[in-house]
Protein backbone atom coordinates (compact mmCIF):
# COMPACT_ATOMS: atom_id res chain seq x y z
CA UNK A 1 0.00 0.00 0.00
CA UNK A 2 1.28 3.85 -1.09
CA UNK A 3 2.10 5.95 1.10
CA UNK A 4 -0.93 8.63 2.16
CA UNK A 5 1.67 10.96 3.64
CA UNK A 6 5.08 12.74 2.98
CA UNK A 7 5.84 12.39 6.26
CA UNK A 8 4.60 11.35 9.68
CA UNK A 9 5.79 14.14 12.22
CA UNK A 10 5.59 17.70 13.03
CA UNK A 11 6.92 19.45 16.06
CA UNK A 12 7.34 17.12 18.78
CA UNK A 13 4.67 14.53 17.48
CA UNK A 14 4.47 11.94 15.49
CA UNK A 15 1.61 10.49 13.53
CA UNK A 16 0.40 6.45 13.11
CA UNK A 17 -2.17 4.20 12.61
CA UNK A 18 -4.10 3.26 15.58
CA UNK A 19 -3.47 -0.29 16.36
CA UNK A 20 -6.12 -2.60 18.41
CA UNK A 21 -3.69 -1.84 21.25
CA UNK A 22 -4.66 1.55 20.95
CA UNK A 23 -8.27 1.09 21.14
CA UNK A 24 -9.05 1.54 24.98
CA UNK A 25 -7.61 5.43 25.02
CA UNK A 26 -8.80 6.18 21.73
CA UNK A 27 -12.15 5.36 23.37
CA UNK A 28 -11.07 7.54 26.46
CA UNK A 29 -9.96 10.45 24.35
CA UNK A 30 -12.93 10.39 22.30
CA UNK A 31 -15.45 10.60 25.54
CA UNK A 32 -13.69 12.69 27.14
CA UNK A 33 -13.78 15.54 24.65
CA UNK A 34 -17.31 14.51 24.35
CA UNK A 35 -17.99 15.23 27.72
CA UNK A 36 -15.54 18.22 27.61
CA UNK A 37 -17.77 19.67 24.83
CA UNK A 38 -21.11 18.77 26.96
CA UNK A 39 -19.90 20.51 29.72
CA UNK A 40 -19.26 24.04 28.01
CA UNK A 41 -23.17 23.53 26.94
CA UNK A 42 -21.68 22.16 23.66
CA UNK A 43 -24.53 19.51 22.25
CA UNK A 44 -22.12 17.41 20.24
CA UNK A 45 -20.88 13.64 20.06
CA UNK A 46 -23.90 12.04 22.47
CA UNK A 47 -22.84 9.01 20.78
CA UNK A 48 -19.49 9.26 22.19
CA UNK A 49 -20.37 10.31 25.80
CA UNK A 50 -23.00 7.28 26.42
CA UNK A 51 -20.28 4.62 24.28
CA UNK A 52 -22.84 3.76 21.70
CA UNK A 53 -20.30 3.73 18.59
CA UNK A 54 -17.71 1.75 20.65
CA UNK A 55 -17.89 -0.97 18.21
CA UNK A 56 -17.99 1.42 15.58
CA UNK A 57 -14.17 2.99 16.57
CA UNK A 58 -13.12 -0.64 16.88
CA UNK A 59 -14.03 -1.32 13.53
CA UNK A 60 -12.52 1.86 12.28
CA UNK A 61 -9.21 1.06 13.84
CA UNK A 62 -9.01 -2.52 12.43
CA UNK A 63 -9.97 -1.19 9.48
CA UNK A 64 -7.04 1.43 9.16
CA UNK A 65 -8.88 4.43 9.51
CA UNK A 66 -8.17 5.75 12.63
CA UNK A 67 -4.40 7.82 13.46
CA UNK A 68 -3.72 8.80 16.57
CA UNK A 69 -1.09 11.09 17.57
CA UNK A 70 2.03 10.83 20.02
CA UNK A 71 4.25 12.67 22.06
CA UNK A 72 6.48 12.31 24.84
CA UNK A 73 4.22 12.30 27.02
CA UNK A 74 1.76 9.74 25.24
CA UNK A 75 -1.27 9.54 23.17
CA UNK A 76 -2.32 13.28 22.15
CA UNK A 77 -4.62 13.48 19.87
CA UNK A 78 -6.69 10.86 17.51
CA UNK A 79 -8.54 11.34 14.67
CA UNK A 80 -10.05 9.28 11.16
CA UNK A 81 -9.51 9.85 8.11
CA UNK A 82 -11.15 8.03 5.41
CA UNK A 83 -10.82 7.59 1.27
CA UNK A 84 -14.71 5.90 1.47
CA UNK A 85 -18.08 7.26 2.60
CA UNK A 86 -19.48 6.07 5.34
CA UNK A 87 -23.42 6.10 5.46
CA UNK A 88 -22.97 9.00 7.87
CA UNK A 89 -20.63 10.89 4.84
CA UNK A 90 -23.66 9.51 2.46
CA UNK A 91 -26.04 11.45 4.28
CA UNK A 92 -24.21 14.60 4.41
CA UNK A 93 -22.91 14.75 1.28
CA UNK A 94 -24.53 12.56 -1.36
CA UNK A 95 -23.15 9.81 -3.14
CA UNK A 96 -19.78 11.42 -4.21
CA UNK A 97 -17.44 9.43 -7.22
CA UNK A 98 -14.64 12.05 -6.56
CA UNK A 99 -11.40 11.56 -5.43
CA UNK A 100 -11.72 12.64 -1.28
CA UNK A 101 -10.92 12.24 2.27
CA UNK A 102 -13.11 12.40 4.95
CA UNK A 103 -12.03 13.55 8.37
CA UNK A 104 -14.31 12.63 11.48
CA UNK A 105 -13.72 12.46 15.17
CA UNK A 106 -10.73 14.67 15.30
CA UNK A 107 -10.45 15.18 19.56
CA UNK A 108 -7.35 16.31 21.35
CA UNK A 109 -6.52 14.28 24.85
CA UNK A 110 -7.11 15.81 27.77
CA UNK A 111 -3.45 16.63 28.77
CA UNK A 112 -3.00 18.18 25.22
CA UNK A 113 -5.77 20.57 25.43
CA UNK A 114 -4.72 24.24 24.93
CA UNK A 115 -2.04 23.30 22.50
CA UNK A 116 -3.34 24.19 19.56
CA UNK A 117 -2.48 20.28 18.67
CA UNK A 118 -6.42 20.42 16.31
CA UNK A 119 -4.95 23.01 14.29
CA UNK A 120 -1.15 22.12 14.16
CA UNK A 121 -2.76 18.24 12.92
CA UNK A 122 -4.84 20.17 10.00
CA UNK A 123 -1.90 22.14 8.89
CA UNK A 124 0.09 18.79 8.66
CA UNK A 125 -2.38 16.88 7.02
CA UNK A 126 -2.57 20.32 4.35
CA UNK A 127 1.12 20.16 4.24
CA UNK A 128 1.84 16.34 3.81
CA UNK A 129 -1.30 14.34 2.53
CA UNK A 130 -0.23 13.23 -1.05
CA UNK A 131 -3.21 13.93 -2.36
CA UNK A 132 -3.63 15.38 -6.05
CA UNK A 133 -7.14 16.55 -7.69
CA UNK A 134 -9.02 16.25 -4.55
CA UNK A 135 -10.59 17.02 -1.36
CA UNK A 136 -10.53 16.88 2.48
CA UNK A 137 -14.00 17.50 3.68
CA UNK A 138 -15.45 17.40 7.03
CA UNK A 139 -18.72 19.01 8.60
CA UNK A 140 -19.38 19.62 11.99
CA UNK A 141 -22.17 20.73 14.20
CA UNK A 142 -23.99 24.25 12.36
CA UNK A 143 -24.95 25.59 15.99
CA UNK A 144 -21.19 25.12 17.34
CA UNK A 145 -20.29 28.93 15.96
CA UNK A 146 -16.42 28.66 17.64
CA UNK A 147 -15.82 25.13 15.80
CA UNK A 148 -17.15 26.49 12.26
CA UNK A 149 -15.27 29.53 12.61
CA UNK A 150 -12.13 27.13 13.83
CA UNK A 151 -12.45 25.09 10.52
CA UNK A 152 -12.88 28.27 8.31
CA UNK A 153 -9.37 29.50 9.93
CA UNK A 154 -7.83 26.07 9.14
CA UNK A 155 -8.57 27.27 5.22
CA UNK A 156 -11.98 25.10 4.53
CA UNK A 157 -14.25 26.59 2.77
CA UNK A 158 -17.95 26.08 4.08
CA UNK A 159 -20.60 24.45 1.29
CA UNK A 160 -23.75 23.84 2.74
CA UNK A 161 -25.62 22.89 5.65
CA UNK A 162 -27.08 19.26 5.81
CA UNK A 163 -30.45 18.12 8.37
CA UNK A 164 -32.44 21.08 10.11
CA UNK A 165 -32.91 22.05 13.62
CA UNK A 166 -30.34 20.54 16.07
CA UNK A 167 -29.62 17.95 13.50
CA UNK A 168 -27.94 20.68 11.08
CA UNK A 169 -24.53 20.74 10.01
CA UNK A 170 -21.71 22.22 8.27
CA UNK A 171 -20.14 21.05 5.43
CA UNK A 172 -16.65 21.93 4.57
CA UNK A 173 -14.28 21.21 2.32
CA UNK A 174 -10.54 22.04 1.34
CA UNK A 175 -9.50 21.34 -2.48
CA UNK A 176 -6.29 20.04 -3.38
CA UNK A 177 -5.71 20.99 -6.79
CA UNK A 178 -2.26 20.16 -7.48
Known sequence: MAALFKKYTFEDYKVRKATVEDTEAVIKILRDAAIHLNEK?????????SGNENDEMKRAISDGETYVVESKYGLAATFNLSAKQNEWDMEMWGKRNDHAYYIHRLAVAENARNKQVGKKILAWLDNNILLKDGYIRLDCVANNAVLNDYYRQAGFTFIAYAGEGEN??????KAFLR
Open 41 to 49: GIVQWEYLR
Open 168 to 173: RFSLYE
